[in-house]
């Protein structure tokens, strides 16, 4: 593929949820949106996008994400929405839904931990993988930039 092609991505993550504020891994699970904790931060991306354009937005698949995306309008009529699987958050296998202090003494939680990520978590994914998952999914939107003449796109919420 060339190399001439500029693209603007704007990233924006989901809206508040229970497991954000109870500080446990949420990764891939569906965990909706905490209201009205979610509200202002909603709210304030509303706001922020309102006078934005974008030629297509791009979204995880999980409802905090499409939740998000209903509260900041950014669903415009006729712009180009695509729920896409590869943007979802990394896939803490067994370490979803767990806080620290349930995970902190097994060896394979600190090997993780002590590996920045790198590690491939049980049941789960590795950064390496996430990054591979992630890479494809911009080479997707590459060639769909290219072939509608897209240039800036808002490629979430994430699920992060």
Not at 24 to 29: A, E, K, L, V
Not at 77 to 102: I, Q, S, T, W
Not at 149 to 155: L, Q, Y
């Amino acid at each position: 593929m060339a190399t001439d092609l500029t693209v603007e991505l704007v990233a924006v993550r989901h809206g508040i949820t229970a497991w954000n504020l109870e500080r446990r891994y949420q990764g891939q699970r569906d965990i909706p949106l905490l209201f009205p904790d979610a509200e202002a931060g909603l709210l304030a991306l509303r706001e922020a996008l309102a006078n934005e354009h974008f030629d297509a937005i791009y979204s995880s698949d999980l409802d905090r994400c499409q939740q998000t995306l209903k509260w900041a309008e950014a669903a415009r009529e006729g712009l180009p929405l695509a729920l896409e699987p590869r943007l979802r958050e990394l896939n803490f296998g067994e370490y979803e839904g767990k806080v620290y202090d349930e995970l902190k003494d097994l060896p394979h939680y600190r090997a993780w931990i002590d590996s920045v990520g790198e590690l491939q978590i049980p049941g789960g994914e590795s950064a390496a993988q996430l990054r591979e998952r992630l890479d494809a999914w911009l080479y997707d939107l590459a060639g769909n930039a290219r072939a509608n003449d897209h240039k800036r796109f808002w490629p979430s919420p994430t699920a992060a």
